[in-house]
């Protein structure tokens, strides 16, 4: 089955850092691939929609500076948190849905981020 | 405005035992609804997805149901076995749409 893979699981850096993290569909193409966070005990909350070849579509209330995504190639896109600070420690979720078909979207594993 | 709500919030049950959790919505015009297991530090896998025309869908142990009219849905667990303990996630999407509209979740623990 379709299957969305996430990288990578777990990061932990200091304060001030920029941190990349990467969603590729392993085995179909993804035109659009979503973006989301997650606190603890909380539902996933959508962040932006990557669209490949074009600029992602951001959630109001999400800063576009702070959160860079990018989505160069069918198979990926990338999600970049700039200038990490504590509160931005979070668990991020990507997921994807095969184009033209009823599948239910795939989520990848998440990434646990805590920024220090 | 477009919700999902779901209940209970927490539920304890007992290895081998029954369970039902519910989903009530109000997104309008609807094209489909979803429910995923959610294993803690894990992202979502999706048991079923039901479109309204849709009253009931199983996937082994795992029965959703669905009723368009009053937009309700329930999964109900039979069975129930420990690797079950998870959060469970109602998802709805609007008619012409990829945005997903997610519930508020219910944490089931299974005990031995």
């Known amino acids: 089955g379709a299957v969305v893979s996430q990288h990578p699981s777990r990061v932990i850096c200091k304060s001030g850092t920029s941190v990349k993290i990467e969603c590729r569909s392993l085995?179909?193409?993804?035109?659009?691939m979503f973006w989301y966070r997650q606190f603890p005990k909380q539902s996933l909350m959508l962040m932006a929609t990557?669209?490949?070849?074009?600029?992602?579509?951001?959630e109001q209330g999400v800063e576009k500076d702070k959160f860079l995504i990018n989505h160069a190639s069918l198979t990926l896109s990338t999600l970049t948190v700039t200038s990490a600070h504590p509160e931005d420690s979070s668990f991020y979720i990507c997921?994807?849905?095969?184009?033209?078909?009823?599948?239910?979207?795939?989520f990848g594993d998440g990434t646990r981020l805590s920024i220090l | 405005k477009n919700q999902v709500e779901q209940s209970p919030q927490s539920l304890i049950i007992l290895e081998g035992k029954n369970c039902t959790l519910q989903c009530n919505y109000t997104v309008s015009p609807f094209s489909n609804l979803r429910w995923y297991k959610q294993d803690t530090g894990r992202g979502p896998v999706s048991l079923t997805i039901?479109?309204?025309?849709?009253n009931t869908k199983s996937n082994g142990r795992y029965t959703a149901t669905l009723d368009a009219d009053t937009k309700q849905s329930s999964l109900h667990i039979t069975a129930s076995q420990l690797s079950d303990s998870a959060s469970y996630i109602c998802v709805v999407t609007g008619y012409n749409t990829d945005k997903l509209i997610f519930g508020t979740g219910t944490r089931l623990q299974v005990f031995p």
């Open positions: 990557s669209n490949e070849g074009s600029k992602a579509t951001y």
């Open positions: 997921s994807a849905s095969v184009p033209y078909s009823n599948q239910p979207q795939h």
């Open positions: 085995d179909f193409q993804a035109t659009t």
């Open positions: 039901m479109t309204f025309s849709e």
